[in-house]
């Protein structure tokens, strides 16, 4: 899926549909998840593939909601540096 994708060059900011907004909460759970796992298995190596496991997890959850705006011809919202700079200016 992340094949045919535009390389990036820029954050991707979630939306503009609803699918591609919630693929990215699915991805912000799975990466919350991961934090809180980190210290039940500090102390041993049991833990090593479920931190993968939800690692490789939220990576998936970001490709396809890339992938989605590309099936949907729905163009990504980037994140703008400048942009974002001269709005805390005003």
């Known amino acids: 899926m992340n094949q045919n994708l ?5 954050f991707v900011l979630p939306g503009p549909t609803r699918i591609n907004a919630e693929l ?8 919350r998840a991961e934090r809180l796992c980190v ?3 500090r102390n041993t ?13 939220s ?11 590309h099936i949907l011809k729905e163009p990504e919202i980037l994140w703008d540096p400048s942009e974002a700079a001269s709005q805390a200016l005003t």
């Open 6 to 10: 535009a390389p990036l060059r820029s």
């Open 39 to 41: 210290p039940l298995f």
């Open 45 to 57: 190596t049991d833990g090593a593939a479920t931190l993968a496991y939800l690692n490789r997890l």
């Open 24 to 31: 990215h909460v699915c991805r912000t759970v799975c990466r």
């Open 59 to 69: 990576d998936a959850f970001f490709v396809w909601s890339r992938w989605t705006s």
